[in-house]
């Protein structure tokens, strides 16, 4: 059974950092694509960034320049280094992996930017 674990949610002040964390079991994520999206109240959920199997990496732009996605060695481990966060980067996040004919996600971890 595969299962996406999210952690690393919580409040964070204008300005400030947070780490998210996925932990991915119940298979073999190493031809996965994994990636990291995000739903505020009231708006679709959007792509924040990705990171194929390969390393190569894919983000918005509205968090270019301040967010870093990077796989663990083992390949089943997926972060997001959230950096100069603002308010509009509340949202749930949501882990995801795919590849063809295959797609999982996490139950996703509430950030808050708040001053």
């Known amino acids: 059974q595969v299962q996406l674990v999210e952690s690393g949610g919580g409040s964070v002040q204008p300005g400030g950092s947070l780490r998210l964390s996925c932990a991915a079991s119940g298979g073999i994520f190493s031809f996965y694509t994994m990636g990291w999206y995000r739903q505020a109240p009231g708006k679709q959920r959007e792509l924040v960034a990705t990171?194929?199997?390969?390393?190569?990496?894919n983000y918005a732009d509205s968090v270019k320049g301040r967010f870093t996605i990077s796989r663990g060695n083992n390949k089943n481990t997926v972060y997001l280094q959230m950096n100069s966060v603002k308010p509009e980067d509340t949202a749930v996040y949501y882990c995801n992996a795919g590849r063809v004919g295959s797609v999982y996600w996490g139950q996703g971890t509430q950030v808050t930017v708040s001053s």
């Open positions: 990171i194929s199997s390969g390393g190569t990496t």
